[in-house]
């Protein structure tokens, strides 16, 4: 909902009322994921989308139902290449979709801010089990009263009673935090809708040599926040890295504090040089980044390693650094290699194989 903020300031400015659908839980080829959402004015203007098209006249009917009898629900939308439910998608996916009257201030104030929040809504009681297949609506609920967990772990408004849930909870909210992924889960006996705002995520580029350049790029268009760090003031230049956010001539171990490296950054050792590489390298590690990655060949990584052994990273340490870094995609360009670097960034932050779609979605063998 991030995208909808500036919408979201206009319509309460002009004194127009809203309400929303929200993608909470996708089965198969969903276009839209969990967390995506439809604002609907009551002056008719629209804006956002649960499903690309497919049931956005739907869902804003059932906003305006919503915004009527001040009630919030669920509404599956189904398949329609075999079956209708209710709507159908092109995509012979599956929706669920929280239908709310309004959008509650936590989730605007989370969706607004820089801090990391995950805002936690208690479904209706007749909401969607999680086992695929059909659903009748029902008349669902008054909306519940939001939660919110922030990135320091600490449940900062509202509890499920239970300390014990409460923990359940906290740690379902970090890790879809961590993930940058909205999802619905099942606590005791309440089904919860955690929507996540997490912190912008960040990629430290340690070496501004040209792989950097497009790297940055890329980075940028995914919505990263970057950082060049090079101890070479003729390399970390703003006319090489026009989109870089900062840009540091300095060592990296020495200016880990200053940037405030933490367990949330990625970090891309690119520089080819012993003496800044492995600092740098040793401080990510040691400071928990969620992606360590540094170039070099096997040969190179294998004499890198026992110097990291000797400076004392512990062998499960080392198991965490992506050498030689990126994905296999083949290429040798700069931009081909920054491409694969960003690839293995992104599959390491969403939990990702980084094998072929085609491959994973075809058939198991039938055993015989």
């Not at 003031?233 to 300095?250: C, H, N, Y």
């Not at 690839?343 to 063998?365: F, H, N, Q």
Request: hydrophobic share 40%; charged share 25%.
């Amino acid at each position: 909902m991030k995208e909808l903020v500036d919408t979201i300031r206009t319509w309460q400015t002009e004194g127009v009322g809203f309400g929303r659908a929200v993608v909470i839980r996708t089965f198969g080829s969903a276009p839209r994921p969990e967390g995506a959402v439809l604002l609907l004015a009551d002056d008719g203007r629209i804006a956002g989308s649960v499903s690309g098209g497919c049931v956005e006249g739907a869902a804003a009917e059932e906003i305006e139902r919503a915004r009527s009898d001040g009630r919030s629900r669920v509404i599956r939308y189904g398949i329609s290449d075999e079956q209708a439910w209710d709507v159908g998608l092109a995509c012979g996916g599956t929706i669920d979709v929280l239908i709310e009257p309004r959008v509650h201030d936590l989730a605007i104030d989370a969706a607004a801010g820089e801090t990391g929040t995950a805002v936690v809504t208690p479904l209706p009681p007749d909401a969607p089990p999680s086992d695929f297949g059909p659903h009748e609506p029902g008349p669902g609920a008054a909306p519940a009263q939001p939660l919110t967990v922030s990135t320091e772990a600490a449940v900062r408004s509202g509890t499920l009673g239970n300390a014990e849930l409460d923990r359940a909870l906290v740690a379902q909210a970090l890790d879809a935090l961590e993930r940058g992924t909205s999802r619905t889960v099942q606590i005791g006996d309440r089904a919860l809708f955690i929507e996540a705002y997490p912190v912008k995520p960040r990629l430290v580029v340690v070496g501004a040599v040209q792989v950097a350049q497009p790297l940055v790029r890329i980075a940028h268009e995914l919505g990263y926040e970057t950082v060049v760090v090079d101890g070479r003031a003729s390399f970390a230049t703003p006319a090489r890295f026009p989109d870089v956010d900062r840009l540091i001539v300095g060592w990296p171990d020495e200016i880990a504090d200053e940037i405030g490296l933490g367990p949330s950054d990625a970090v891309a050792v690119l520089s080819h040089d012993v003496k800044f590489d492995e600092p740098a390298i040793v401080e990510a590690l040691r400071r928990g980044c969620r992606y360590v990655g540094a170039v070099g060949s096997r040969k190179t990584q294998a004499e890198r390693r026992t110097r990291l052994l000797e400076a004392g990273v512990s062998e499960e340490d080392l198991m965490r650094l992506r050498g030689p870094i990126g994905l296999d995609l083949g290429g040798r360009a700069p931009a081909e290699t920054a491409l694969a670097i960003m690839a293995e960034v992104l599959a390491a932050r969403y939990g990702g194989s980084g094998a072929s779609m085609k491959d994973k979605a075809r058939p198991a063998p039938i055993a015989v």
